[in-house]
């Protein structure tokens, strides 16, 4: 049953949902607040954000945060910080003495425990393979395991609809057919129009799609003949060209869809011709396979592969899908089905055609796709068991995989209330009919011990969340996991790129390549389904059903949003919002931050400038060290002046906030490891997304990296090089400067 209206457990006011948070958090709601956000980026981010927090404790201002919001890799931290702030319980906090993920003054492991999840973590950042046995092999065993059943059931389906298709004549002209009898003068009549004499490119299908080719030009004469003629039964112009446009568009459609399909026949004809038989799809297949990791891998790399090049790669999906099409009709017409009189075997059809059903049915998308493995693997390394830790080795993460230990209402309780954690996800609405959805390609979709939803679907309760429907309500180590699902259909980084294309994502939900999960729509109470290959599968498959009206829902990657996790902070309209923003960005363009700037603009009216002498954005590049000292020296290291800068937000009701930009780059006064990994590694430290196999020392570099930079920061806002009181800039920023300087304490062991 859908809700419409708020209730106990379930509100369409976001305000409702901060007020309720609030009422969590404070005792009384004056007092400024403090936001950390940790940004998408994999475990780079994670490793870099670790960092910046042992950096924050070492200032004292850690302890200061109120609320933390992470997005995919943010997430892996995020959620080892909250995970072990449970478990710990009152032995543990946000100060030098007892943060749970180790010190900066002892980072070795020493026998008080202190820093033996630190040592874990860095030991295991190569997180997707954590033993033998859970390796590579493995690994790659569970994804084609996702591959083959779910190419099983559609396969078994589309041959089985392939099979009734031909038994009516669909794709062969054949006497005594269903099509034949009723449509065989008119196909006839098409033919000798179109002088087609080859009986292999007389296909109905075929003919039909030369037929809507020849309506559409009909059309087109009409509508310009249409157009010289005044209002005609009533209806302007202006109606008329949209009810044309809309009829062209569906006649555009279905010729293609009639060609397609037409060319099936005529393209396995010519294979025979030669010889070949299914193995004749292999070139198609391959080119799309190779064509297809080639585009995912240059966006992963934060590169653009040009116009051209993505459409070659759209070239080799289409090439694919085709190929498999042209199999599957093979296998169609095969002694399996058809015999040597040309006869149905009903029994074999019968048989796939039910098998595929009940396999499809009883395929939980969230189980056999390689979400679960997912999944377990960064609940097994950021979410461990206590023993896990205690021996630095990999153990199964049996409290967090439990309901009643890892269910995310269970987080952020007494007496570690603070910081509450927003885990931010993107629920996909490409189907959806509000153009702000559907042009965004989805909403921010959170996950918090309080509520979890969005705008497009409402709010409800968390610990309600799943559990009336009798799914259990949501883990953290799902919500993380969803968090981080950057390979998906019908979803791309802030709303763009190459796997948001339709033929692209009907080949990935094809072959069930998605790391999303499909979890209940907030606003549907007591709808009980268990998400499978049929439903909602099939409609997947065509980009169909992914809207905010339908009780399931997909959740991906949140940086398929806004990949810096300021949106909700900036919604609770915080004082201070530190980001440690560690997403891919060779260039310094900023995509991440300007997309968060420009939603946060839109949707909440507030607005935020770097115009902070000397702590700008120009401060942050690449280089601008030298650059300053007016030197030509050629700098093999690329530092810039500091890796942080200041922002002044200007919230719609004009109150003023600062944003804390911490971003890795090169300065002076690094460890010694930091520039010798750098002088290896060039890309460092914006190496590419998709290295997620990080070992000790790359670990470390970003850590440290994030150290140096977080200190750095505090220590600048103790001793600016321009008194706050002097800089350009609002009274209340400046006395928000003074406040955010006062809450600084140097807090790390001596």
Known sequence: METTESSKEYTRNSKEVIKEEERHLFESEKGRKIGLAV???????ASFG????????????MKKVDYMSTVSGGGFLGSALTWALKLGGEKVGLDAKTFPLGSQKEISKNEDNKNYLLNYLRQHGNYLMPTHNLGMFSFVAVVFRSVIVSLAVYAALLTSVLVILNSLGAFYQQSGSWINIYLGPVLDWISNTLLLSDHNIKSPFFLLSFALAAFTLFLYLVFALRSSLPNILGISKYEGFLRGQTVLGYVWKFTLVFLVLGLIPVTVDFLRALEIEISGTTLPIISGVVAGLWEHKK????????????????????????????????????????????????????????????LGALSNLNLISPHRIWRNRLMEIFMPNPEAVDGNKWEKAILANSEETGNMEKMCQPPHKKPYHIINTNVILVDSEESRYKNRGGDNFIISPLYSGSDATGWQKTDQYQHAVGRGG??????????????????????????????????????????????????????SITPNLLFPGIPRLFSEGLNEKKP??????????????LYELIRRELDVVILSDGGADLAYNYDDLGNAIEKIRVDFGANVKFHIEHYGISELMPGSYYQKEGKE??????????????????????????LVLVKPAMFLKLATDVYSYKGIHKDFPQQA??????????????????????????????????????????????????????????????
């Open 474 to 527: 949501v883990t953290m180590a799902t919500a993380v996991a969803a968090s981080g699902a950057a390979l998906n259909p019908n979803a791309g980084v802030s709303g763009e790129g190459f796997t948001k294309n339709a033929a692209v994502s009907m080949l990935l939900s094809l072959l069930n390549l998605g790391l999303g999960y499909w979890a209940s729509n907030p606003k549907f109470k007591l709808f």
């Open 633 to 658: 020296k050629d700098d093999p290291y690329d530092r810039a002046i500091n890796g942080f800068a200041f922002g002044e937000i200007t919230y719609a009701n004009n109150k003023r906030g600062l």
């Open 299 to 358: 966006s992963q790399a934060g590169e653009s592969g040009g116009t051209l090049n993505s459409i070659i790669a759209y070239c080799g999906v289409f090439l694919l899908l085709f190929g498999i099409l042209v199999g599957t009709f093979q296998l169609a017409l095969s002694d399996f089905y058809v015999n040597d009189l040309g006869q149905l075997n009903k029994t074999t059809l019968l048989v796939t055609l039910i098998s595929a059903i009940v």
């Open 552 to 565: 399931l829902v997909q959740l991906s990657d949140g940086g398929h949003f806004e990949n810096c996790g």
């Open 39 to 45: 940004s998408g980026g994999g475990i780079r981010s």
């Open 50 to 61: 670790l960092g910046v927090m042992q950096g924050l404790v070492a200032k004292g201002l």
């Open 689 to 750: 997304t998709a290295d997620q196999f990080f070992d000790e020392k790359q670990f470390e570099a970003y850590r440290e990296l994030g150290y140096s930079i977080s200190w750095n920061m505090g220590k600048s806002v103790e001793n600016p090089v321009v008194p706050w009181d002097n800089i350009n800039a609002s009274e209340e920023f400046k006395d928000l400067m003074f406040w955010f300087k006062q809450q600084i304490k140097d807090d790390d062991l001596k």
